[in-house]
């Protein structure tokens, strides 16, 4: 079992950069496939990024594609989005999420552990 905390989001403008951190306790995060997810106002929840255990294969949603940037730190059981030239159209609750599948999964139901949620605001 692992639990996930999410930090990092804010308000900030159009063109501007945000890095959310997930934090993830116990000592099997390493063999964990990652994702980020999003989920805006009266929208279903959407996948952002995911990266695989290994941190060789990595996998975005189109639109972030060029501006975000999933990364992970086995040694601290930390997972990173870096997040640049920030659009309203981002503006969200970021969720990280947590895999014993062995897969690169983009699909929410195949995510097992879910953190709390980090609000990202992008004001035009």
């Known amino acids: 079992q692992v639990q996930l905390v999410e930090s990092g989001g804010g308000l900030v403008q159009a063109g501007d950069s945000l890095r959310l951190s997930c934090a993830a306790s116990g000592r099997t995060f390493s063999s964990y496939t990652m994702g980020w997810f999003r989920q805006a106002p009266g929208k279903e929840r959407e996948f952002v990024a995911a990266i695989s255990a290994s941190t060789i294969s990595l996998s975005y949603k189109d639109s972030v594609k060029g501006r975000f940037t999933v990364s992970r730190d086995n040694a601290k059981n930390t997972l990173f989005l870096q997040m640049n030239n920030l659009k309203p159209e981002d503006t969200a609750v970021y969720y990280c999420?947590?895999?014993?599948?062995?897969?690169?999964?983009?699909?929410?139901?195949?995510?097992?552990?879910w953190g709390q949620g980090t609000q990202v605001t992008v004001s035009s």
């Open positions: 999420a947590a895999t014993h599948l062995a897969t690169l999964e983009t699909t929410a139901g195949h995510f097992r552990y």
